[in-house]
């Protein structure tokens, strides 16, 4: 199974910017995509952005269009996740997911954002 860390997170002002990173090791091979989600105190996970991993193929929720950039680097098997314009609404803990052909799904531990307003 492949493992996944997550690093990046922390404190922003409303309006700033985050970079999230998240680094693959283990059995990476039969990658179909990478995906960042979110889970808000209180609140259910939720789908961020999703990319695919041979295509580099992109989606993203709503409510972070415009906003977020999901890309990778296959060469270090790492994704990431560029955030500008941050909303306080968008504090929470970001988690990487891994889907693979022969493991399934993988999760990260999670970074910490917090945006003030």
């Known amino acids: 199974q492949v493992q996944l860390v997550e690093s990046g997170g922390g404190l922003v002002q409303a309006g700033g910017s985050l970079r999230l990173a998240c680094a693959a090791s283990g059995r990476t091979a ?14 259910e996970r939720e789908f961020v952005a999703r990319i695919g991993w041979s295509s580099g193929s992109t989606s993203y929720a709503d409510s972070v269009k415009g906003r977020f950039t999901i890309s990778r680097e296959v060469a270090k098997n790492t994704v990431y996740l560029q955030m500008i314009s941050l909303k306080p609404d968008d504090t929470a803990v970001y988690l990487c997911n891994a889907d693979q052909v022969f493991s399934g799904t993988s999760w990260g531990q999670g970074t910490q954002v917090t945006v003030s307003s």
């Open 30 to 43: 039969g990658t179909r995509t990478m995906a960042w989600f979110r889970q808000a105190p209180g609140k």
